[in-house]
């Protein structure tokens, strides 16, 4: 499940973004409005949290920019801002939660969770991804092909969420390094081969349609036809 948080106060930032991940979550994360912008746009997000006091732009600002886009995602407020009026300024002008600093990590993942429960129980089906008899459940984090459960560990898993919301694409190794384990600039290791390896020995059983294809010198593809 893909989340994009913007937090311009760094040791913030990275705090939740290692406890949102993990947590399960992919995370994109942005220290101000115009690379949050840029980011919205590239790719779909399941939830998103914001920071209002962000050094380019104000968080109430941005959310109204990003409903513009046509960004849909549901929108969990942080700050520090604590009168009443600025909580119903933000919830009234797209956010559809609002948590103040200092908060809790326990509380902040609940009030996550339930944020994406509540967007998809009205309709929206993000939490729910389906290629060929390959379908994640997002909520439950769990895989199952033609009916069958996949025992995946949770990398795993987050690979495979990768690869399905990219169905059909070329994905470089520098892409899955970065979007699923964060790593940067070490295009030689080996943790990718080994899970692809892994995980293809566990989605593409005897007798059944190989879905996840290997192109040499290019990257993945995980088949949507």
Known sequence: MNVLLVEDELHIQSFLKSSLEEAGYQVDA???AKTAMGLAVEAEHDALIVDLGLPD???????????????????????????ADEKVRGLEQGGDD?????????ELLARLRNLIRRNGASGNEATRLRIHDLE??????????????????????????????NAGRIVTRTMILDKVWGIRNQPTTNVLDVQICRLREKVDLP???SLIVTLRGMGYVLKDR
């Open 136 to 165: 994640l459940d997002l909520l439950r984090r769990e895989a199952s092909r033609s009916g069958q459960v996949l025992q995946l560990t949770t990398q795993e898993f987050l690979l495979l969420e990768y690869l399905c919301r």
């Open 30 to 32: 942005a220290s101000d």
């Open 207 to 209: 007798g059944q349609q």
């Open 98 to 106: 609002y948590l103040t600093k200092p908060f809790s990590l326990a």
């Open 57 to 83: 732009l104000d968080g109430i600002s941005l959310i109204l920019r990003l409903r513009q886009q046509g960004v849909t995602g549901p929108v969990l407020i942080l700050s520090a801002r604590r009168s």
